[in-house]
């Protein structure tokens, strides 16, 4: 129900946009959230946006680089990721939360895409 794509490989410094294609009726009922796992690390918290797409929360270590939002007509969530550091390597994962309960939690979520590998050369 959730398909993610728009990773690649890129420099550091470049940029990507994620996509996240939504087929949970009615999107705009659901908090949406982009998490990342690097090999052998756990999956981690990256951002979320709230069902209007007013509010908007990031991990340190994205904030001034990332920026989550939606389009709640295209059933769309993106992540645009600038100033991209070999550290961001990660399969980047969409998510669908019909909250109420904390963003940053994995277990938060109702459903997850498939993921979209993101590769940052030095």
């Known amino acids: 129900q959730l398909q993610a794509f728009g990773g690649g490989l890129v420099q550091a410094g470049g940029s990507l946009r994620l996509s996240c294609a939504a087929s949970?009726?009615?999107?705009?009922?659901?908090?949406m959230g982009w998490f990342r796992q690097a090999p052998g690390k756990e999956r981690e918290f990256v951002a979320a946006?709230?069902?209007?797409?007013?509010?908007?929360e990031y991990t340190g270590s994205v904030k001034g680089r990332f920026t989550i939002s939606r389009d709640n007509a295209k059933n769309t969530v993106y992540l645009q990721m600038n100033s991209l550091k070999p550290e961001d390597t990660a399969v980047y994962y969409c998510a669908a939360d019909r909250g109420p309960g904390t963003l940053s939690r994995v277990d938060e979520y109702d459903y997850w895409g498939q993921g979209t590998q993101v590769t940052v050369s030095s």
């Open positions: 949970v009726p009615p999107f705009s009922n659901y908090r």
């Open positions: 946006i709230s069902r209007s797409g007013i509010i908007t």
